[in-house]
């Protein structure tokens, strides 16, 4: 697949990832709801790779990167990720990963050394102005005078653990070692951590059997996890952690749609704004990198 059609798969998924999550709030804590996904994706990942006579066999070292990726992009960012929810409505969360393209323009130079391009810079600014203009409606609605703080903490923590994931499974792409036998031991790792949290934490690994959180369940496993994850390790590939992060600034505009749809917010003119911003700023960060290839 074209990295623009990766690109749209991603976002389209992960945009619709963040309504399914509240439907795992509840009954079940966040930690073991993080544990059951990713390893129910591991499991299905390992499958795969069964299926196609690829090997898991790696050193110690190896290892050791992969858990590292593992716990900060598939455990403690998504725990984090669950907590938020917890205390702010879907979209909003969504909003906190527009900033993920400049931390991982960032990341990229610092430990990297990789250059920031003007290019690069004013898109993600475009596309950052743009999602808060989409939102700036909704932020209002939460009232200045008692800002959702608990939220917004779990937000940036998600936010710079997943952007910490993101340069490690660059490290990882560069050290050579293959997508798919990356995410398989990266989710597993992942799921590893958050059952360990959970049991530190003493909570119990009860589970819903509900219709809403068993198919919310799976489509984030299936879907959001496995889908989704394979098309944002190879755009990480292709055009580097700090483009294959300005995901996270397109994934809000369709949790807007998503939040319409189901949670009555109406569009306005600054809805219409802020998209044309954010998609002009996807185009000024990603077409340098198509036009390479």
């Known amino acids: 697949m074209s990295n623009l059609r990766v690109f749209v798969a991603c976002v389209a998924i992960w945009g619709t990832t ?93 430990f990297f050394r990789t250059p920031m391009t003007a290019r690069v810079a004013i898109g993600s600014l475009l596309g950052i102005c743009g999602i808060a203009l989409v939102f700036a409606p909704e932020i209002a609605e939460v009232g200045a005078a008692a800002p959702p703080v608990l939220g917004v903490a779990w937000t940036l923590l998600s936010v710079c653990l997943s952007m910490l994931g993101s340069l490690a499974a660059h490290r990882n792409h560069d050290a050579g070692i ?59 590939g292709r055009i580097g952690a700090a483009r294959a992060s300005y995901v996270g600034v397109m994934v809000p505009i369709i949790a807007l749609a998503i939040s319409a749809l189901f949670e009555g917010f109406h569009w306005q003119l600054l809805t219409w704004a802020g998209m044309a911003l954010a998609l002009a700023g996807n185009v000024l960060v990603l077409g340098n990198a198509s036009r390479r290839r």
């Open 18 to 110: 963040w309504l399914a999550i509240k439907f795992q709030l509840g009954v079940v804590a966040p930690e073991a709801s993080v544990a059951y996904r990713f390893l129910l994706a591991s499991l299905l990942l390992y499958a795969y790779c069964r299926a196609r006579g690829l090997s898991l066999r790696f050193t110690g070292r190896v290892h050791a990167w992969i858990a590292l990726q593992g716990l900060l992009m598939f455990g403690a960012s998504y725990v984090s990720v669950y907590y938020a929810e917890q205390h702010l409505a879907s979209g909003l969360v969504a909003v906190g990963y527009s900033a993920s393209p400049l931390l991982g323009m960032l990341g990229q130079r610092f």
């Open 178 to 236: 293959p997508v798919w036998q990356n995410m398989t031991l990266g989710m597993l790792y992942g799921a590893a951590f958050a059952a360990v949290l959970n049991l530190a934490l003493g909570h119990s690994f009860a589970f819903d059997a509900t219709p809403s959180y068993v198919l919310s369940l799976l489509y984030l496993a299936v879907c959001g996890s496995v889908l989704a994850f394979a098309g944002y390790l190879t755009l990480i």
